[in-house]
C-alpha cells in the first residue's frame, strides 16, 4: 500500500475508531451511572471476581490467534476457519470446566449465589470465539467502521437490558445479562456485515504456522491477564466484598477513558505497521505519531478527570460510592502511561516479534507479581497495594519501551522527549484550575468551570507554544474535513 493510500485509510479507520469508542463509552458510562445508583458495590465486587475467569479465558479462547492472521499476509478462508474451530474448542473445554468448579470458586470466596450467573456469564467465551475471527478480518481490512456499528448496537441493547433488569431487582443478575447480551449482540451484527462463516475443514499445516506465532501472545496475554485478575482475586479474599467494589469502580472508569482514547489509535496502528513492516523508517513514524498524539490527548484527560473525581462521583454515584475516589485518582495516573505501553507492544506486535513480547511480560509480572504480594499480604493496605500498581506501571514503561530501540531504532529516550509537552502541558492546566475547588459552588457546577479552564489553557498555551501534535491534530481535522466537503 502506498504511503499516501495507507494515510488516508488509517485517517477514515481512525475517525471510525474514534466513532465507536467515543460514542459506546458514553452509552455504557450512562448504564453504570444508572446500575450504580440501582445495585450495592459489594455486587459489584461479586461481579469483579466472577469476571477473573471470563477475562483470562478470554485471553486463552484468542490465543494470540486473532493477531496472527491480521499480521499474516498470506491468510486464506481455510485459515480463518482452521482458526475458529482450534478457538471453538478452547471455548468449550474452558466452559465445562468453570461450569464444574463454579461452586468451589463461590464457596472459597463465600459467595454460593453466583454459582448460577457464573455458569451463564461463562457462556461469552464460546461467543468470543466467533467474533475474535470477525474483529480480525475487519482489522485486516481496514474496515472499523462495521466494528463501529456492531459495537454501538451491542452498548444500546446490553444497557437497556441490564438497566431493566436492575430496576426489576434482578440484583446481581443484572450485571451478568448486561456482560453476556453486549458480546451476543456483538456478534450478531458483526455476522449481518462480515460475509464469513466458518466451514467444516481444518488445515493442520497452517494452523502449526499461525500458532507458532500466536502461541508467544497467548503466554504474554495469560499472564498479563492473570496478574490484572489476581488484584481483584486477593483483594476479594483478604478484605471484602465492598471494598473490592470500591477499588474496582474506582479502576474501571479510568480504564474506559484510556480503552476509549487509547483504543482508537492502537488497533488501527497495529494494521498500519503490519502493512508496512518491511520499512522499518515507515514503521518509526508511525509509531512516533500513535505515541505522541494518544499521549496528547490521554494525558490531559486523565488529569482533568482526577481533578474532578470527587464532584463527578457524587452526582453520578451518589455519596455512597465517594470512598472510591482516591482508588480513581490512583488509577488515572496508572492509565495516563498507557500509551507508552500499548504503542511500543503494537510495534513488536505489528512487526511479527511476538518472542519479545513474550519476554518483556515475563519480566514485567515477576516485578509486578512481587509487587502485589508484598502490598497485599504484608502490608494488607488498599492504598498502599494501588499505590504498588503505580509503582509497577513506571517500572513496565522502561521495560516495554526497551526493545524497539533495536527493532525500529525508537529509544526509550526519544519516547520520554516525545511526550514531555503532554505532560507539561497538562501540569500547568491542572495548576491554573485546580485552586477553582475553593469556590463556593455545587458539584455539577464545579466540574464544568474546572473542566472548561483545563481545557482552555491547555490548547491555549499548546496553540501559543506551537507543539507538534496541537498543529498536527488541527490540520488532520481539517483535511478531514475538506474532503468530506469535496
Given at each position: 500500500m502506498a504511503e499516501r493510500d495507507l494515510k488516508t485509510t488509517t485517517i477514515k479507520s481512525l475517525f471510525w475508531k474514534l466513532f465507536e469508542q467515543g460514542g459506546t463509552a458514553v452509552v455504557t458510562l450512562v448504564v453504570q451511572v444508572v446500575m450504580a445508583r440501582l445495585l450495592a458495590p459489594a455486587e459489584f465486587g461479586v461481579l469483579a471476581i466472577m469476571l477473573v475467569f471470563v477475562n483470562v479465558g478470554n485471553v486463552i479462547v484468542q490465543s494470540g490467534l486473532n493477531t496472527a492472521i491480521i499480521h499474516d499476509p498470506d491468510v486464506t478462508e481455510r485459515d480463518y476457519s482452521t482458526v475458529f474451530w482450534m478457538s471453538f474448542t478452547i471455548s468449550v473445554v474452558l466452559y465445562l470446566a468453570v461450569f464444574v468448579f463454579s461452586p468451589a470458586i463461590a464457596g472459597f470466596y463465600q459467595i454460593e449465589s453466583?454459582?448460577?450467573p457464573l455458569r451463564v456469564l461463562v457462556l461469552v467465551l464460546i461467543v468470543n470465539s466467533y467474533n475474535s475471527i470477525q474483529e480480525a478480518i475487519v482489522a485486516r481490512n481496514f474496515e472499523f467502521q462495521k466494528t463501529s456499528r456492531a459495537t454501538w448496537a451491542a452498548a444500546i441493547v446490553s444497557g437497556v437490558a441490564g438497566v431493566w433488569a436492575a430496576n426489576a431487582g434482578a440484583g446481581l443478575w443484572a450485571l451478568v445479562i448486561q456482560q453476556l447480551l453486549q458480546q451476543i449482540t456483538k456478534c450478531t451484527v458483526l455476522a449481518l456485515q462480515v460475509p464469513w462463516k466458518p466451514q467444516l475443514v481444518f488445515d493442520r499445516a497452517r494452523a502449526v504456522v499461525l500458532f507458532r506465532f500466536g502461541w508467544k501472545l497467548l503466554a504474554s496475554g495469560v499472564m498479563d491477564q492473570a496478574y490484572q485478575s489476581l488484584s481483584s482475586?486477593?483483594?476479594g479474599a483478604v478484605f471484602n466484598k465492598t471494598d473490592?467494589?470500591?477499588v474496582d469502580n474506582g479502576k474501571k472508569y479510568p480504564y474506559y477513558l484510556g480503552a476509549m482514547l487509547d483504543g482508537t489509535i492502537q488497533p488501527v496502528m497495529l494494521s498500519a505497521v503490519s502493512s508496512v513492516q518491511d520499512n522499518i523508517e515507515h514503521v518509526k513514524r508511525l509509531t512516533r505519531r500513535a505515541l505522541k498524539t494518544s499521549t496528547f490527548v490521554i494525558i490531559p484527560s486523565m488529569t482533568a478527570f482526577a481533578l474532578v473525581a470527587e464532584p463527578l462521583v457524587l452526582i453520578l454515584f451518589g455519596e455512597k460510592w465517594l470512598p472510591c475516589v482516591p482508588f480513581l485518582r490512583m488509577y488515572c495516573f496508572i492509565y495516563a502511561l498507557l500509551p507508552i505501553h500499548t504503542t511500543n507492544l503494537q510495534v513488536l506486535n505489528g512487526m511479527g516479534r511476538s518472542d519479545l513480547f513474550l519476554k518483556l511480560e515475563v519480566y514485567k509480572k515477576i516485578i509486578g507479581l512481587s509487587i502485589m504480594c508484598f502490598t497485599v499480604f504484608v502490608m494488607r493496605d488498599l492504598y498502599v497495594i494501588v499505590g504498588g500498581y503505580i509503582?509497577?506501571?513506571i517500572i513496565a514503561t522502561f521495560i516495554n519501551a526497551a526493545p524497539n530501540k533495536k527493532?525500529?531504532?525508537y529509544s526509550y529516550?526519544?519516547?520520554i522527549r516525545d511526550i514531555l509537552p503532554a505532560f507539561g502541558l497538562a501540569a500547568v492546566?491542572?495548576?491554573?484550575?485546580?485552586p477553582l475547588s475553593g469556590l463556593a459552588m455545587g458539584p455539577l457546577a464545579m466540574v464544568l468551570v474546572q473542566c472548561v479552564v483545563f481545557s482552555v489553557v491547555y490548547l491555549a498555551v499548546a496553540a501559543i507554544l506551537?507543539?507538534?501534535?496541537?498543529?498536527y491534530l488541527v490540520n488532520t481535522a481539517m483535511g478531514f474535513v475538506r474532503r468530506r466537503k469535496g
Open positions: 453466583a454459582i448460577t482475586l486477593f483483594i473490592l467494589g470500591y509503582i509497577n506501571g527493532v525500529i531504532g529516550a526519544e519516547q492546566a491542572a495548576v491554573a484550575a485546580a506551537r507543539v507538534e501534535e496541537f498543529t
